[in-house]
């Protein structure tokens, strides 16, 4: 069993930047593949970002080259960075994570998902 908690949503207006943190309990983090989707009202959760355990990150076309997705695996943490924010990237974002050791872009692969944290950027 792993508990996530997100941290770092708030309010920004376009093309600024957040922080988004994740923390990591209960589980080996280094051999934990850890994902980032988001939620935006009245649309399915989409993927955003995957640093796998085995494999190089990946991200979703419509946040790359602005978003970075980095892990501290001292702190048993991960980050999500978002630079040039845009109104459509409001939504909740989550952190998630699998077992599985390659990358993967599908919801149901990932085992643990954290409560989410609110991204709102204003036009």
């Known amino acids: 069993q792993v508990q996530l908690e997100e941290s770092g949503g708030g309010l920004v207006q376009t093309g600024g930047s957040l922080r988004l943190s994740c923390a990591a309990s209960g589980g080996t983090f280094s051999r934990l593949s850890m994902a980032w989707f988001r939620q935006a009202p009245g649309k399915e959760r989409e993927f955003v970002a995957v640093?796998?355990?085995?494999?190089?990150?990946e991200y979703a076309q419509s946040v790359k080259d602005r978003f970075i997705i980095s892990r501290d695996n001292a702190k048993n943490m991960v980050f999500l960075q978002m630079n040039s924010l845009k109104p459509e990237d409001t939504a909740v974002y989550y952190c998630t994570t699998t077992s599985r050791i390659k990358a993967s872009w599908v919801n149901s692969d990932y085992d643990f998902w954290g409560q989410g944290t609110q991204v709102t950027v204003s036009s």
């Open positions: 640093l796998p355990w085995l494999g190089r990150t």
